[in-house]
């Protein structure tokens, strides 16, 4: 099936600086890019989707300006926290849905492993 | 909003066993219904999934029925095995962001 990676896999940074994390469709264009989150015991919610080439579409209670969305190739997307704080550590998740030699049924997406961030 | 609500676990079960996860989805419109499989130390992968009323998504002896009327996706299973133990997320979808359920962490006993 479709492979989708996410770098880096954890992380751990300082109150106020700013964490990079990128996730990338191996085997395919992925037109559409997910971010979700998780918190330890809870459900994976969705925070945005990218369109490459275009700006991220953010969910109700997202702060854009805190978690910046770059979609710049058909397999990359950047998700950066910035000015994190200890209440940002949580896990993130990336999913892809797109278009190659594979079979992409209807609306499915391809899961990255996720990112576990930990803010001191 | 929409929304997904699964058993909560964890659910132990012995090797063999008969296994029904339930799911409950609350919806504007008539979504299409996923189950998806996490096993440890990996992303999720997508299990089955039905798109319209009565279908049935089926794959490695798990199968779920969309229920239109109860508006649920049960997944169930006739024979578990040490190899399922994994968390299992049940989840929504009108065209693009998945809305999920908590996830059930299930625990297969040999």
């Known amino acids: 099936g479709a492979v989708v990676s996410q770098h880096p896999s954890w992380v751990i940074c300082k109150s106020g600086t700013s964490v990079k994390i990128e996730c990338r469709s191996l085997?395919?264009?992925?037109?559409?890019m997910f971010w979700y989150r998780q918190f330890p015991k809870q459900s994976l919610m969705l925070m945005a989707t990218s369109n490459e080439g275009s700006k991220a579409t953010y969910e109700q209670g997202v702060e854009k300006d805190k978690f910046l969305i770059n979609h710049a190739s058909l397999t990359l997307s950047t998700l950066t926290v910035t000015s994190a704080h200890p209440e940002d550590s949580s896990f993130y998740i990336c999913s892809a849905r797109g278009e190659g030699p594979l079979a992409f049924s209807y609306n499915e997406q391809f899961f990255g492993p996720g990112t576990r961030l930990t803010v001191l | 909003g929409n929304s997904v609500t699964q058993m909560e676990g964890p659910v132990t079960l012995s090797e063999e066993a008969f296994l029904t996860i339930n799911c409950t989805y609350t919806?504007?419109?008539?979504?299409?219904l996923f189950w998806y499989v996490q096993y440890p130390g990996e992303g999720l992968q997508l299990l089955l999934k039905?798109?319209?009323?009565?279908d049935k998504g089926s794959n490695k002896g798990f199968e779920a029925t969309y229920r239109k009327e109860t508006t649920s996706f049960h997944l169930e299973k006739g024979s578990v095995q040490v190899s399922d133990s994994a968390v299992y997320f049940c989840?929504?979808?009108?065209?693009?962001?998945?809305?999920f359920g908590k996830g059930t962490h299930l625990i297969i006993q040999p």
């Open positions: 919806a504007t419109g008539y979504p299409s």
């Open positions: 989840a929504l979808s009108f065209a693009d962001g998945l809305t």
């Open positions: 085997d395919f264009q992925a037109t559409t």
């Open positions: 039905a798109t319209k009323a009565d």
